[in-house]
Structures are given as C-alpha cells and as structure tokens.
C-alpha cells in the first residue's frame, strides 16, 4: 500500500500545484514552488520524493544554507538540533557541507490519506519557513536565538478535511453556514470574515466586537 | 481515523514486543543489547536500551523515542557529537530519524509519524522502532566516538540493511509475525501446538535479535 505517484499527483492537483514530475521503476520525483504565508519568504522550492516503492514519502525544502561557507559552524549545528528539537518531523540533513531540510513520512503498508499527506506538507514546509531566520542568523552572524520564531498556527495540526468537516458539523447545529457567521461575528470574529456588505451594514467598523 | 490507545496495544501485542506501560499512556519497550552485533550502551554502562512509544494528543501521531540514550558529557565534544548526529541524519537508511541533543550533552533519537486520519498498521509500528533501534545498531561507533573524542568518522560502519542476509530474513519473519499475531501465533499456526519450536535456527534468531532485539 503506501502511496503511488499518481496518487501524489492526483494530491497536488487538487490543490492547484504546478509540479514536474519525473518517475523511475521505484518511483518519482515531484518538484515544485508553495507559497508561503511566514517568516520573510514569499515562495519555496520543494521537492516530494515517492521512495521504497510508496512505502516511504520523503519531503525536502532546500534553503541554499551552507556550512562550509560560514564561520560560525559550532552556532550552525546548536541552531539546527535546537530546531530539530522544537519541530515535531523536521530534520536537517548534512551533506559535505550543505544543509538541506527534509522530512521522511513512513508509510509501509499504512494507506496515506489526503489529511495525512496535507498535515504532513504542511508541517513539514511550515516548519522549514518558521525557522528559516534562526538559520540565518546563526549563518550570518553566529548567534542562535530562537526568539524570531513565529508561533506556530493551531491550525497548522488539523487537516484541512477535518477542519471543513468540524465546521460543518457546527454548522448543522446553529442552523446554517449563515447562522454560524452570524455567531462568530456577534462573539468577535475575524475582521477578514465580513463581507463588504456587511461592513456597509454594521456602519464599517469590521474588527472584532470584544 | 487517529489511534486509540487501545489500538496501540493491540499493535504492540500483534508485533510480540512485550512492554511496559507508563501513566503518560506511553509505553517503554527494553531492547537487549548484551549479544552480538550490539555495540550499544546506555550512560550508566547498562546493556539496556529503553525505546518509548507515545501518541500525540487526539492520536494523530506517534512518536518512538529512545530518551537519553547518550550522555554526551565532555562538553567540549558537543558539536562533533551534533555535527555526528546531522550526518546520521543524512544516510539514505536512516527514514526519518533524527536526534535532540540539548545543551547538558543528552542524546536522543526519535522518529515521529503523522498520521492525520490514516489507519497505524503492526506492520508501521515494527518499521519505526526498527529505524531508531537499527540507527543507534549501525551508528553506535559514530556517536560514541564523537562524544568520547570528537572525533567524526563514518569508518566502519557496518553495510545498509539491504546487504545484510539477516535483515532480509528477518523483514520475512516480520511480515509472518505480523499477520500471525506474534510469536506465539505464528508458533501455533506453524506447529499446531504451543511447544513446538518455529522460529529455531541460527540466522532466524540472529535476524530476530538483531532488528528487534527483543529476547525471550
């Protein structure tokens, strides 16, 4: 079981990604740009390895850092495992010299779900873009601080599947998509989630009620 | 679908590790590793290895960990000991693996699993403590040398699993212990009795210790 490339693709897909892809009798290689919403990044490259024959699905982030061209390589090492320890799949790979983020999702005969692949990515990439300035630093400047760390989204553990699921479900129970707005506002929601006619309604004010 | 505990358990019990369970619902398994080829040693000079296993909160997930399985300390080693653990990290074996070493010179690997809404299979358990124990087998002569003179060299290690006649053994009876419940059951169904002696042999028992390491 595990997971096919097509499947991966089917995944990518679905979300709109542009990818290359290039397979082999083992499996293939997936290779395109996400958008990132942290840190100062706008893009990065990502890399979707499918391995073993589906039984492993191995994510690499390359960041361009390198070891051999800094001095501060005893900062390098501190910032990465501290890093690693703080994130709950991401691991810095060092290859002579140059580090490359990655994650290894084992699947054996487990059948990957797309929840699972979405928390996976999602962990994954946002763990590489959260700490891409602790990285920085201690490269540039050798100090290692986690304090330019954003935190990480709560949202960032839920599937996107589970998430519209839970929604739906609470949906159901105020009686509507609508009804639950309605609530959400009235208890002090997101200034995004209003419309611009109900901005006109409520006299402009958008932010939050609290 | 996230794992229960409950689920775990019975995981556990269908792969034939026996393990102890702690109040945090995680369980610990004690890996032997008093018998060739085991180079390990735990920092108080034990031949135990203590691998735990632990779900994220709602069972999204799963972790494997062997806590503090060096002491690294000669603080002035540290960096070769970090630098040691990211090359690690890097061979093309180790899927997944990877170490926390903190400031007071402990040593962890790990390895995590998301799982989402996917179903956990004996067969993933096995897998994923067989990465840290089989890292810690193959890359033992590596930390230790890097904590004890920081040193990093990745001489002598021994071959990937791939060339080693055990592993590929051993990967045949895994599968069989899997679907037969464990030992016991795959004694029962290839005996039709409790006594007789199944899984006899040298390299079956070579190949059982050597991933696992779980002696009876």
Known sequence: MGISVASVGRLLDRKGIQYRLAQDDFGGMFTFQWASSLSDISTVDVVIRVVESGRLLRVEIPMGYSLSATPHRAAVLQALMKVQGGCRILRYELREGEILPQADLVLEDCEATSGQFDMFMTLAINGVCRHHKVIQQALESGVVSLQSVEPADPGEVETPVDTVSRVMKLAEHVGGLEALERLVRLHGGRADMVSDGDRAQEGGDAGPSR | ?216
């Open chain 2, 1 to 216: 679908m996230a794992v229960t505990d409950k689920r775990l358990r019975t995981l556990l019990k269908r792969c034939g590790m026996p393990y102890d369970s702690y109040p945090d619902g995680a369980y610990g398994l004690t890996i032997d590793c008093s018998a060739e080829p085991y180079t390990y040693r735990n920092p108080e000079g034990g031949t135990e290895l203590l691998v735990v296993i632990s779900r994220e909160p709602g069972g999204r997930g799963l972790t494997v960990c062997a806590p503090i399985a060096y002491m690294a300390d000669q603080v002035g080693n540290l960096d070769a000991v970090r630098e040691a653990c990211l090359g690690i990290q890097s061979q093309s074996q180790s899927c997944g693996l990877r170490f926390s070493v903190d400031e007071s010179g402990e040593v962890s690997p790990q390895v995590d699993l998301v799982l989402g809404d996917a179903k956990l299979t004996a067969t993933l358990v096995a897998r994923l403590l067989g990465i840290v124990v089989r890292g810690l087998v193959r890359f033992d002569g590596v930390i230790r040398q890097a904590m004890e003179t920081g040193v990093v060299s990745f001489e002598g290690v021994p071959p990937p699993d791939e060339s080693d006649p055990a592993e590929a053994l051993w990967t045949r009876l895994r599968r069989m212990l899997v679907y037969a419940g464990g030992l016991d059951g795959l004694e029962a169904i290839a005996t039709g009795g409790p006594d007789s002696p199944a899984l006899d042999g040298p390299m079956a028992r070579l190949a059982y210790d050597r991933i696992i390491g779980v002696s009876e």
